[in-house]
């Protein structure tokens, strides 16, 4: 007995234009009769009584009759709930690149006469001929596809006035689990340079002595339209604490390891890196921060770690360190332990470094000494500065987060911020700015929530607070074009955020409305530290002992100062004072502002009667 199966298979239309036949698949299932069994024969017959049991009355005194009896009747169906989860489909890339083949035995593709002699044969078969004249009306098509121009395209797209009331929200992509049934936190995330594709994640337990001896040292490169399974697994020597996309080779991946040492790897040779610094040259604790530096080759880059040192490296050759910077500002041999770095491309000789103590040093590699390398010291926060970050469009300007707030600082002022947000009930654990919006920061907290800062609407409050996760988050990164954010728990799990356009488009006015910002707190800062360091300077004076003779001198000279203001000789005021100018430029540019908003307002119509 043979049983034929026949499929036909009709793919659909080619986008190019192209169509191909319908193929069909046969394939014949032969089996032997008696291997099917006994053949089933139904009928349609009458019912047959196979028992009757009648009531047997010697059974009645055994019981009582129940009087009155009562039954309880719902009157509403009963349901029952169940489950399913189907189980996730795991996908694998497979690929071949076929250079060259398929030449029949008798000809060497390496001998070119023989190469030659076989085209023109094949050249003059007409099947040839006919296939190459089918291809090419498909070739010509899709060039012509390629050619036509699009009449509808908005070459100068501008944000509409509907968009621009949006609401700000956003909305959970996808959640990336740690794959180990240890689970770690996310230390670092950094993304893909080229577009938003895939992001690179190290995985570590930084809580001192409470790693498992079996707990695993591997980190993982995910792709965002995969999150059952990672893209690719970085095998590193020790648990990787940070990591860092090379912007120049996109296949290039730098980390700082617990055990101190860096590790670079290549995407395209495997998942071991191909380079590691020697344990005696590298830092003695583990690197919280690395970072790519701007430079022709793009191998250069820099490090900090808790042990005080910043190492700048060269990684074409990771046996030393190319420079050493101790990070200690005050020259008294007690070294400031470094958190977190940050660099800006257009600043090449800059850097900026938060510290384990709270303090923020702002340093410059042009420095002749160490205490000229560290310029700047700010205050910074009540514990570790966990996140570092110079504004993307205003690079003077620079956010940290750190104890239970964040703030925002400018390179002028040393004392205290600008900007600043009220201390929170839960720790504030990460934070960076949006790279397409100059007025939005994001800032992650310890109870998993994630807050929106808008500071051209509210600059002491955030105007939306996500619920991300149960844990605490521990790193957060933003994507270049704004849309995709990655936020890391300390539960291992990654989640993708993706914000709408009010969060990620900016507006026509908010570059300006920023510098305007910016520019009116630190000035009102200045106003503020100068009126502080008076009233210290007049508590000062009046606590300081005067002998007759100064005082003496002093009136002296106040009584020739008012003869020459009298006399109109010579100077009457001394030379203005720079904090006095700091002031008046203040209040000038609050009374522009007053200006501006009157011009703006529309004027009052003659019919309206005069208060």
Known sequence: TRTHARTSYTPAHDPCGATSATMEIVHVYQKQRREFGRQCLFSDRHAQLIADIAPDVSLR???????????????????????????????????????????????????????????????????????????????????????????????????????????????????????????????????????????????SVLEFQKAPASVSLDSYIWDVERPTKPDMTLLPSSPLVSLAYNPKD?????????????????????????????IEKSHRDPVHSVKFLQSKTGTDCFSTSTDGQVLWWDIRKLTEPTETLLLDP????????????????????????????????????????????????????LGPVYSLQRHPFYPKYFLSVGDWSSRVWCEDLKDSGILWTKYQSKLVTCG???????????????????????????????ILTIDVTDSALSALQVQSQGKAIACGSRAGNIVLVEAN????????????????????????????????????????KSKRPQSGRATSARATSARAGSAKSKDGGGDGEEEEDPIAAAERAFWDSVQAAKDKRAKAAPAPSPEAPAN
């Not at 296949?251 to 610094?277: L, M």
């Not at 507006?507 to 210290?536: D, G, H, I, P, W």
């Open 61 to 203: 005194d055994d019981y009582m009759d129940r009087d009155p009896a009562e039954a309880v009747i719902q009157n509403a169906p009963e349901f029952s709930e169940h489950e399913v989860n189907t189980e996730r489909s795991e996908k694998a890339d497979r690929g071949m690149n076929h250079a060259e083949g398929g030449w029949p035995k008798d000809v060497d593709p390496n001998e070119a006469e023989q190469v030659a002699r076989y085209r023109k044969k094949a050249e003059k078969d007409e099947v040839y001929q006919q296939a190459v004249v089918n291809l090419g009306r498909d070739v010509m098509h899709c060039l012509k596809q390629n050619s036509a121009l699009d009449i509808y395209e908005d070459f100068f797209p501008e944000q509409s006035e509907a968009e621009s009331l949006e609401a700000p929200s956003s909305r959970i992509v996808n959640i990336f689990k740690d794959p180990e049934e240890i689970k770690r936190s996310i230390s670092c995330i950094s993304w893909f340079p080229d577009g938003a594709s895939k992001f690179a994640a190290a995985y």
């Open 250 to 278: 996109v296949h290039v991946i730098i980390g700082g390891q617990y055990n101190g040492q860096i590790a670079v790897w290549d995407t395209r040779k495997g998942s071991r890196p191909y380079e590691t610094s020697p």
């Open 330 to 381: 005050q020259q008294n041999g007690r070294a400031l332990g470094g958190i977190v770095l940050d660099y800006e491309s257009t600043m090449p000789t800059k850097f900026m470094v938060g510290t384990e103590q709270g303090q923020i040093i702002n340093g410059n590699r042009k420095g002749k000494t160490a205490a000229d390398k560290l310029a700047a010291v700010y205050p910074g926060h």
């Open 432 to 462: 960076t700015w949006s790279p397409s919006r100059p007025g939005v920061a994001y800032v992650g907290k310890a109870n998993g929530t994630l807050d929106v800062m808008d500071y051209t609407l509210r600059p002491y409050e955030p």
């Open 501 to 540: 356009n009010a969060l990620s488009v900016p507006s026509r006015s908010e570059k300006a409305t920023m510098l305007s910002l910016f520019e009116r707190e630190t000035n009102r800062e200045k106003v503020l530290a100068s009126r502080q360091r008076e009233l210290a300077l007049k508590q000062g």
